[in-house]
């Protein structure tokens, strides 16, 4: 989960102030010095952890908490404003264009995941109704253009691209022509890196942006460098004068302290986050979100989002009816499965939930072998066998548990369980059909 360790640490020491009536001096000193420890470890620029301690305890030493009948919760909603400070309060959206195509440049340092991040937005975009373009401006590193090109075929984005051989000023200016010829109203140009930030890459860079004039510059930095990455924005934004930051990596150990530091460093928003390697695997950043999240307050926003992106509307409509006609299947159970699946590691979705202790979610694999039992055993079962589970005798239970690898006393359990279940929803239905009929009751799970 993201940020897990420095989650943890701030939760530990802001708990201490939870459970006393009253809140001393002396008790905020030893909460803030665990919080200041917790943040320096999560390599949190120390300037920023200075001026951020500083902060939360002038505000916490005011009349509001010290009087206050909850003081420890207080100080949590302190800190929690004051993070959201940190990262930037709001949502920093993209610019567009007023007259189309909006160009958006790309730019970091070589391994950064800029190619990737490039076919992410696109993806991310033409979700919403635009029609992007990916132009390949890495004439440099080695099968940089056909990784490019793969990526595009992935999110089905067209690819503009002219060889190794010619300029990259040259070809950010006509695949920005070729665009315009298109329709294209979006352009995301890829452009090199190197390993190490030198004048060749930068001038390169700053000779594209005055032929081109894109809208937004967006550099791309790995959150697990850590103050490196805080660096290395300092440094893009001082020469480029970049309008935002796209967060890589934040699904894995990182300790956070880029997205921390780097808005305060460089004075430059976080736009978006990469949060897995998939490429539906970007966010847009939401500062207000993500500190709710690090303090375990949850982000039900966030999880609202993702359910309405990965499930069906008609497919929840049609299981309605079935439900309410007791016709609910294994294909159903399979489907439904599936559209949850794809919303993310379950681990981390419970963790988006407000009051879900992430320490009882540390190891847990939600997700993982159980559910591709239960898929298996389901995938096991002939198509009849997943609308009628009656007609399992002895026989197709032992086909079904050896196919899918399972015993048959797990498959047994599975089918009680199924059986279980459509009985409480064909109670439910019934239910809900008498109360409908007085007017009294609306299905709430569905639209």
Do not use: W
């Amino acid at each position: 989960m993201i940020f897990e360790n420095l989650s943890d640490k701030l939760q530990n020491a802001l708990s201490a102030l939870t459970g006393k009536g009253k809140i001393s001096e002396k008790d905020l000193d030893l909460a803030l010095r665990e919080v200041k420890l917790a943040l320096l470890e999560a390599d949190v620029n120390f300037k920023v952890v200075k001026d951020f301690i500083k902060t939360v305890k002038e505000r916490a030493l005011g009349a509001e908490v010290m009087e206050s009948l909850t003081p420890g919760q207080q100080v949590i909603k302190i800190v929690n404003e004051e993070l959201t400070a940190l990262m930037g309060e709001e949502e920093s959206k993209i610019n567009f264009s007023s007259k189309p195509p909006t160009v958006i440049m790309l730019c970091g340092l070589q391994g950064a995941g800029k190619t990737t991040h490039g076919g992410k937005l696109a993806l991310h975009f033409k979700k919403k109704g635009k029609r992007p373009l990916l132009v390949a401006c890495d004439v440099y590193r080695p099968a940089a253009i056909k990784q490019l090109q793969v990526v595009g075929n992935s999110v089905e984005v067209p690819v503009f691209s002219m060889g190794d051989k010619i300029s990259p000023v040259e070809i950010a200016k006509k695949g920005v022509e070729e665009a315009k010829a298109n329709g294209n109203d979006l352009v995301i140009i890829d452009t090199a890196g190197r390993l190490h930030i030198d004048n060749e890459l930068m001038q390169e860079l700053q000779d594209i942006k005055i032929e081109i004039s894109p809208e937004e510059i967006l550099l791309v930095v790995d959150s697990m460098t850590g103050q490196d990455a805080v660096n290395v924005a300092k440094t893009f934004n001082d020469r480029l004068d970049i309008t935002g930051i796209i967060l890589t990596k934040l699904d894995g150990d990182a300790r956070g302290g880029a997205a921390l530091s780097i808005r305060r460093v460089a004075e430059k928003p976080i736009k978006f986050i990469g949060v897995g390697e998939k490429l539906d695997q970007l966010e847009p950043f939401y500062p207000s979100r993500m500190a709710s999240r690090i303090l375990g307050m949850g982000d039900v926003l966030s999880l609202i989002e993702k359910a309405e992106a990965a499930i069906d509307e008609k497919k929840a409509k049609e299981l309605e009816q079935k439900i309410r006609s007791s016709k609910y299947s294994f294909n159903d159970f399979l489907d439904q499965l599936e559209q949850i699946r794809s919303m993310g590691p379950l681990e981390d979705l419970l963790g988006m939930i407000p009051g879900v202790n992430s320490k009882a979610l540390k190891g847990l694999s939600l997700d993982g072998k159980e559910i591709g039992k239960v898929e298996a055993m389901i995938k096991s079962m002939t198509l009849e066998e997943r609308e009628n589970p009656e007609i399992i005798d002895s026989s197709r239970r032992k086909r079904i548990a050896k196919g899918s690898g399972v015993t048959v006393s797990e498959l047994n359990k599975l089918l009680k369980q199924f059986k279980e279940t459509r009985k409480m929803m064909k109670q439910f239905g019934n239910m809900s059909k008498g109360m409908k009929k007085r007017g009294k009751f609306k299905m709430p799970f569905f639209r």
